[in-house]
T-cell receptor
Framework: SQQGEEDPQALSIQEGENATMNCSYK?????LQWYRQNSGRGLVHLIL?????REKHSGRLRVTLDTSKKSSSLLITASRAADTASYFC???????????FGKGTLLTVNP | DVKVTQSSRYLVKRTGEKVFLECVQD?????MFWYRQDPGLGLRLIYF???????EKGDIPEGYSVSREKKERFSLILESASTNQTSMYLC?????????????FGEGSWLTVV
């Protein structure tokens, strides 16, 4: 079953603009992660935020987590054409380190 | 850097054939996973393994089996391939150091069953 659901499904912006993607989930989590996937390739880990954290930064990435609303957002600032990819959130709710992924947001950054 | 290697990037198989998808990781991770990815459905977990010879079903195990004879290798087996198993298959392994579970993915195997 899908735990995380990303919103929007697709997002198209101009280079230099900020891109915001959202993720909602249903059950309590240990942590939430964001991954990136270039077309036809494997997923690459971007950032992890623990359930007791509210905000985290990594370079041009900013992730927030609101456990009361069971939601997270990923902000990419000053986007570049190379940021064009699909972005997935993944939640870790139980044991065995099993992550459940959402369906992803396709981000297109136009030069 | 962690490396997860899927031996086949593109395969075309006939209906009814037995298919092996191989995955090797070089970081001594206990946990390994097989996902399939389909448009509009995201990633769905097929099977995972948390130790040699140990396996557990994921969300969509029907039509698949797995083998983990050595720690570094996790194989996905389609006993009798069907057209609805045409998909991209992703292998992954996980590090749990420092309380973090970060998955490392292979590049994916595109399987077409005709």
């Amino acid at each position: 079953s899908q735990q995380g659901e990303e919103d929007p499904q697709a997002l198209s912006i101009q280079e230099g603009e900020n891109a915001t993607m959202n993720c909602s989930y249903k059950t309590s989590i240990n942590n939430l992660q964001w991954y990136r996937q270039n077309s036809g390739r494997g997923l690459v880990h971007l950032i992890l935020i623990r359930s007791n954290e509210r905000e985290k930064h990594s370079g041009r990435l900013r992730v927030t987590l609101d456990t009361s609303k069971k939601s997270s957002s990923l902000l990419i600032t000053a986007s570049r054409a190379a940021d064009t990819a699909s972005y997935f959130c993944a939640t870790d709710a139980g044991s065995n380190y099993k992550l459940t992924f959402g369906k992803g947001t396709l981000l297109t950054v136009n030069p | 850097d962690v490396k997860v290697t899927q031996s086949s990037r593109y395969l075309v198989k006939r209906t009814g054939e037995k298919v092996f998808l191989e995955c090797v990781q070089d970081m001594d991770h206990e946990n390994m996973f097989w996902y399939r990815q389909d448009p509009g459905l995201g990633l769905r977990l097929i099977y995972f393994s948390y130790d040699v010879k140990m396996k557990e079903k994921g969300d969509i195990p029907e039509g698949y089996s797995v083998s983990r004879e050595k720690k570094e290798r996790f194989s996905l087996i389609l006993e009798s391939a069907s057209t609805n198993q045409t998909s991209m298959y992703l292998c992954a392994s996980i590090t749990t150091g420092g309380g973090r579970n970060t998955i490392y993915f292979g590049e994916g195997s595109w399987l077409t069953v005709v």
